[in-house]
């Protein structure tokens, strides 16, 4: 008899509220390693704040969340951030680069902070540090990924919309994390570009072997994904495969 493998996120009857407002309540899911989950929901029912609770941004009331093993309620705020650093890699739907850096310096950062937080000592999961030389040889392999390659010396303002997504997609994946979040990640962008950076995004994170959780609202990027639940103020509901509803 095998084991089954253990799952990468663990959500268990997590609860957030903002007073005696609920945000949402128990929300149960898992998601197993490489899988691609996709979240939907009507706006406002915290779907943002979820994401964010799952990446350990956020507080919440009750329930846990556990990610490879490590329950981040163990985690005061300074080792949350440390944790972070190296275990998971966030998409914005706002792109949230730096304008006065350039593509290769933007996608470089997240390895500048694995490498600070491995100096530090009794760190959960702490990578371990980096030559400057790997460095760059990770940036310029993440830049390849997305169809970037060249523009590394480019600076924000002279990039499209859809090529600061892709970058955003490379900085989010330089530091090979075992999780990555992605907050409406195509939502600024027209179908056409939308559709590019999603196959990137999703062909990226498949390469790596990461767990993808993707906060969406569009039918043409959930599709995409391996499952898709539903986000309501009273928890999480499975939806049916997308074939299945046609």
Do not use: Y
């Not at 600061?164 to 075992?178: E, G, Y």
Request: aromatic share 4%; with cysteine.
């Amino acid at each position: 008899m095998t084991n089954a493998p253990a799952p990468m996120l663990q959500v268990n009857a997590l609860a957030k509220r903002h007073g005696d407002t609920p945000v949402f309540e128990q929300v149960s899911f898992e998601t197993q390693r490489g899988e691609f989950l996709a979240l939907m929901g009507e706006s406002g029912v915290g779907k943002s704040s979820l994401l964010n609770c799952l990446a350990g941004l956020d507080t919440w009331q009750d329930g846990t969340v556990t990610v490879a093993g490590q329950d981040l309620a163990q985690l005061n705020d300074t080792q949350r951030a440390h944790w972070r650093r190296h275990a998971v890699g966030f998409v914005f739907q706002a792109f949230h680069v730096l304008p006065h850096l350039d593509v290769a310096q933007n996608v470089r950062l997240p390895l500048l902070l694995v490498h600070e937080a491995a100096k530090g000592r009794g760190t959960p999961g702490s990578a371990p540090e980096l030559s400057a030389r790997a460095m760059d040889e990770r940036v310029q392999a993440a830049l390849d990924g997305v169809g970037l390659g060249a523009l590394g010396h480019r600076l924000p303002r002279e990039l499209s919309g859809g090529q600061l997504q892709r970058v955003a997609i490379a900085r989010a994946l330089v530091h090979r994390p075992p999780l990555v979040l992605a907050d409406e990640p195509t939502g600024n962008l027209d179908p056409d570009t939308a559709a590019t950076v999603l196959q990137t995004l999703v062909q990226q994170v498949r390469a790596t072997g990461a767990t993808l959780v993707m906060v969406t609202h569009a039918d043409s990027a959930a599709q995409r994904a391996d499952r898709v639940l539903r986000l309501t103020a009273h928890g999480v509901v499975a939806q049916p495969p997308f074939a299945a509803q046609r």
